[in-house]
């Protein structure tokens, strides 16, 4: 359940974002992916989530919210190529982890700084939930990183396929046409892909 102080937190960190003029999902995207996670979370021992592109961490705590509330021992990776962002992200995971609704967020969040083509081929553990939200050019290569460590009908959600779908037309093209995937493409606000890999 979303608690006031959750819900205020995460309004004043979407200000933030937009202040700092760093991209940031919108409210009901970032339910959306709460949603999922809960969802796909639910009567596992154990869920990991890799999140490519952390910007200040606005979907990441969606994202442990999700994994919160379904009470799932797990481990959200997220990466994030500014080193300023990096440092920022930090304070804003410890302000978080005194929410109500967020706390443990900080034992859960592996913030990781670099390059995600160079980070997740080091990644050892199997993961259950991608979302992809970095730079658009490179989404085919961070999902083809990502494939051997995804377990099977493990999640794929990536950002901005409708209003970058000529700049994701190979990665759009891989997700839809592959028989390893099945997808669905959701159009809320910039649009979301859903897809489960299947092989």
């Known amino acids: 359940m979303d608690t006031d102080s959750f819900i205020s937190f995460m309004r004043k960190l979407k200000e933030r974002c937009r202040q700092a003029f760093v991209p940031a999902i919108s409210e009901r995207c970032g339910r959306l992916l709460k949603i999922l996670v809960q969802m796909y979370s639910s009567h596992r021992e154990q869920f990991n989530v890799l999140e490519i592109g952390t910007g200040l961490g606005y979907s990441t705590l969606w994202i442990a919210k999700g994994l919160l ?6 481990e959200i990776y997220t990466i994030e190529i500014n080193l ?3 440092e920022t992200v930090m304070e804003i995971l410890k ?3 005194e929410i109500e609704g967020l706390v443990g ?3 859960m969040v592996k913030l990781i700084y670099g390059d995600s083509k160079e980070v997740i081929p ?3 553990k199997p993961l259950d939930f991608v979302f992809i939200d970095a730079e658009k050019t490179e989404y085919l290569t961070y999902l083809k990183l990502v494939e051997p460590l995804l377990n099977r009908n493990g999640i794929v959600v990536a950002d901005d396929v409708i209003s970058h779908k000529n700049l994701l037309k190979d990665f759009l093209d891989e997700i839809t046409g592959s028989s390893m995937w099945e997808t669905v493409i959701i159009p809320i606000d910039d649009g979301f892909s859903l897809s489960i890999k299947v092989k």
């Open 84 to 86: 300023g962002r990096v």
């Open 69 to 74: 509330d379904s009470n799932v021992r797990g």
């Open 105 to 107: 967020v900080l034992n």
């Open 122 to 124: 080091k990644i050892e």
């Open 95 to 97: 302000e978080a982890n």
